[in-house]
């Protein structure tokens, strides 16, 4: 699946992008000495901060365009955007404005 961009004029092959995370936010947010304490591996994470030890798996989840097949790994039936994406199905247009913004947002 294509869409042409409206940021870039380009056409973006949908099916050949994934987006992520290096690491959990909480990474970012260690001490030094918490930090040596953890552990950041290529498919999971532990945290050891003030407020305990936190485990962290990698997982690749997908949304559905509707009418497409169900995902394999599935969220918990909640009101947030990305689990309601997941269960219903996202629509076209809200893929392509998301995939828009990560292709072209600022480096941080
Ligand atoms: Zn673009």
Redesign the pocket.
């Known amino acids: 699946m294509t869409f042409v ?1 409206t ?4 056409q ?1 092959e949908l099916d050949d992008l994934s987006f992520g995370a290096h690491a959990p936010l909480q990474w970012d947010a260690l001490t030094e000495a918490e930090r040596k304490r953890s552990l950041l591996g290529n498919e999971q994470c532990e945290v050891d901060d003030s407020e305990g030890r936190h485990f962290y798996v990698c997982a690749c989840l997908e949304i559905p365009v509707r009418e497409a097949k169900r995902a394999f790994v599935e969220l918990e039936p909640t009101d947030h955007p990305l689990a309601v994406d997941q269960r219903l199905g996202i629509e076209e247009d809200r893929l392509q404005a998301i995939v ?1 913004k990560l ?2 947002a600022a480096p941080a």
Not at 7 to 10: D, R, V
């Open positions: 961009c940021t870039c004029g380009k973006h828009t292709l072209h």
